[in-house]
């Protein structure tokens, strides 16, 4: 597709189960970024994968959270045992190569999904 | 620390009206790139402008100028003619060459026009 691809759009799931949101970059970057979106609020940042390098999960909350990226392209962001302050939207971001676009390529955002733990 | 700081968190503005919108950030790699993003009620994250480190000119792109300001560390968002679609939040965001070219956003400004 042209853009950041996310799915899917909305998720309401019980406290306690497991959900898996997906990204799919747009063709060629190699860049891929999870932020999450609580209403009202900034974005934070949970995990950063660029290329082959071991990504960076700094950001991710708790150990319930994990994400994958299979072949340099699909990412799949993981959230075992929901919890309700889980909720909040999971935007998913795609960049350009370090080596081929730069410092001055920009992210491309997703639609993102909203997650609601009820 | 913080690497991008916005100090607003809420701006009124009429309509018409030009409004600048803050933002420092916080880097010693000589090489970056500053972005700013506006994001609509419906969610979606619009890029704007961008600013290079080595650039010696302010960019520009339609009513949206960036004011930079690098002794300062500053990159501030000016919004010239402010109009009713212009209401949103805005985020700055950096990316520097040495932190393996992460992004990282400042916690956002939400811009009210009034008619």
């Known amino acids: 597709g042209a853009g950041v691809s996310q799915s899917p759009s909305n998720k309401v799931t019980e406290k306690g189960k497991d959900v898996e949101l997906r990204c799919d970059p747009i063709?060629?970057?190699?860049?891929l970024y999870w932020y999450r979106q609580s209403l009202g609020q900034g974005l934070e940042f949970l995990i950063y994968?660029?290329?082959?390098?071991?990504?960076?999960k700094s950001g991710l909350p708790s150990d319930r959270f994990s994400a994958e990226r299979t072949g340099g392209s699909v990412s799949t962001l993981t959230i075992q045992r929901t919890q309700q302050e889980d909720s909040a939207v999971y935007l998913c971001?795609?960049?350009?190569?370090?080596?081929?676009?730069?410092?001055?390529?920009?992210?491309?955002f997703g639609q993102g999904t909203r997650l609601t733990v009820v | 620390a913080q690497k991008i700081t916005q100090t607003q968190p809420g701006m009124f503005v009429q309509e018409k009206e030009a409004v600048t919108l803050d933002c420092t950030y916080d880097?010693?790699?000589?090489?970056?790139?500053l972005f700013w993003y506006k994001q609509p009620s419906s969610g979606e994250m619009i890029f704007l402008i961008y600013?290079?480190?080595?650039?010696?000119q302010n960019a520009t792109e339609g009513r949206y100028s960036l004011n930079f300001q690098k002794a300062r560390k500053s990159a501030n968002l000016v919004i010239s003619a402010s109009q009713l679609g212009d209401s949103a939040m805005y985020f700055c965001?950096?990316?520097?060459?040495?932190?393996?070219?992460?992004?990282?956003f400042g916690a956002g400004t939400t811009v009210t026009v009034r008619a």
């Open positions: 994968f660029q290329g082959n390098s071991a990504p960076d």
């Open positions: 971001a795609s960049s350009k190569p370090r080596t081929g676009g730069g410092v001055n390529t920009e992210a491309f």
């Open positions: 600013q290079g480190s080595y650039d010696q």
């Open positions: 063709s060629g970057h190699t860049a």
């Open positions: 880097t010693s790699d000589p090489s970056y790139g």
């Open positions: 965001a950096m990316r520097e060459w040495g932190n393996d070219y992460k992004l990282s």
